[in-house]
């Protein structure tokens, strides 16, 4: 499964693409806000900073809108991953951008027919928010087991990118239901490696090794 970091900050992004985790980024309106950075400039940034696709979401609402704001996006690198919603303009816009050879992020998605619809519309990327289903009482995974299932029966390439993603939990159940991308917030990617009885486990080994006064350089 592909790890991609879900933000705007540029240096959250660096840190831990050190570390190899770094597939690609999203980010969408709020994530820019939140960086409080120029968007085309951030985005440009992260272009340069990482090889792997980079969603920037369009604001339009309208087909035509959309079209131009996502060829402007595109322009900006050649892997740029525009973001489009999940709605009858953005499906239009999702087969004539990627007709046009550039990759497409569909956006909120919240159930196996928008998810379907947008297979079928060519999109590259399929982002449901398995957190906001979660938060209204919904199960967030089963829509991603779904959305699978559906994609295979029937052969459709578009990827899953497990997206609004709150935990490690998170993390490990969209892998064992098949996406295939985890969009992680830089807080929840730094803490997989994290397991308190990996840090008891290692703390015993170093006391018994220190015992035995040897040194292995
Ligand atoms: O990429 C979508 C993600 O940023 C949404 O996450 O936590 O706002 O539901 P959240």
Known sequence: MKFFVDTAEVS????????????GVT?????VKKSGRDF??????????VAGPVSAE???LDYEGMLAEGRKLGQLASNIAIKVPLTWDGLKACRTLTEEGRMVNV?????ANQALLAAKAGATFISPFVGR???????GMELIRDIRTIYDNYGFETEILAASIRGANHVSEAALAGADVATCPPAVLKTLA?????DKGLAAFLK??????????
Do not use: M, Y
Request: hydrophobic fraction near 40%; charged fraction near 25%; charge should be negative.
């Open 12 to 23: 959250d992004i660096l840190e831990l693409d050190k570390l190899g985790l770094v597939d």
């Open 40 to 49: 085309i400039e951030v985005i440009r940034e992260i272009c340069e900073a």
């Open 208 to 217: 018994d090794w220190e015992a035995t006064g040897q040194k292995i350089v």
């Open 107 to 111: 956006t909120l998605c919240f159930s």
């Open 133 to 139: 289903l979660d938060d209204i009482n919904l199960d």
């Open 194 to 198: 994290s397991h308190p009885l990996t």
């Open 58 to 60: 369009t604001v339009a």
């Open 27 to 31: 980010t969408n309106p709020s994530l």
